[in-house]
């Protein structure tokens, strides 16, 4: 397969999402940094992508490479059968990059956690206007530090999926608690968290452990510290 048939599967499996309705072009273009004018053109295949931009948007849209070949061959496939991608890649990333990368470009992925189409998607979000460029879904393995506190839903080692378009301190289906990936300082810790008296407050399950409370600053806003919650958990059997 060459470089052009490539492009050729990602622009079908774009306009597969476009169609279904988890993407548009003005998030491509926010998420790539490319004019809408750029994704649109490339969309009626009145452009080709440099090897740089494929790689974007493959990052943007957390594809890779082998879901491009997993695609059907067909002369003209019509939208709704231009997939056969039966689940959704989403990348592994060290902490700092979850905090801080709007769309983790591809150098800083660690691996690819594979799960099943549909799983992620259903979910609710609760999104901050700032994050309406980021890239939904990333993953981080919890650290022994991390881990302290949370166990045993966090144990070291677990894969934590983080959904950064929900960043309110609000729980998704109360009045059950939901754990959240927050930045404290330059680092990343799991906490159950609240919002009260302009404090950020971040609790462990474990009842021996302190409870935290963070500051915000004048201008600051609970979603500036929450970086998702965490939607899905994968432990290692011990």
């Known amino acids: 397969m060459n470089f052009t048939q490539l492009q050729e599967r990602l622009r079908l499996e774009l306009l597969r999402r476009i169609d279904r309705g988890s993407v548009n072009g003005a998030l491509l273009a926010r998420q790539t940094g490319f004019r809408p004018s750029h994704i649109s ?3 009626r295949r009145r452009r080709t992508l440099s090897l740089g931009g494929l790689d974007r948007l493959l990052a943007a849209q957390m594809l890779t490479v082998n879901d491009l070949l997993a695609l059907e061959d067909a002369p003209s496939p019509p939208r709704e059968s231009a997939s056969s991608i039966t689940h ?4 592994v990333v060290a ?3 979850a905090i801080h990368d709007p769309v983790p470009p591809s150098s800083t992925t660690l691996d690819l956690m594979q799960l099943p189409l549909g799983i992620l998607e259903q979910m609710r979000s609760r999104r901050a206007t700032s994050r309406r460029g980021w890239s939904r879904f990333v993953s981080v393995r919890v650290t022994r530090q991390q881990a302290i506190g ?3 839903l966090l ?3 677990t894969i934590a999926v983080i959904d950064r378009h929900y960043n309110s301190p609000v729980s998704y289906q109360p009045p059950l608690p939901s754990v959240f990936a927050v930045r404290v300082g330059n680092a990343l810790q799991f906490r159950l968290a609240a919002f009260e008296s302009n404090r950020l407050i971040l609790r462990p399950i474990e009842l021996n452990y302190p ?3 963070l500051a915000l600053g004048p201008h600051e806003m609970p979603s500036d510290l929450i970086v998702g919650r965490v939607c899905l958990t994968i432990a290692p059997i011990p």
Request: glycine share 0%; charged share 5%; aromatic share 6%.
């Open 41 to 43: 053109n490339f969309l």
């Open 150 to 152: 949370m166990q045993p």
């Open 88 to 91: 959704t890649a989403v990348p």
């Open 155 to 157: 144990p070291s080692e």
């Open 211 to 213: 409870v935290q409370l």
């Open 95 to 97: 902490p700092a990059a």
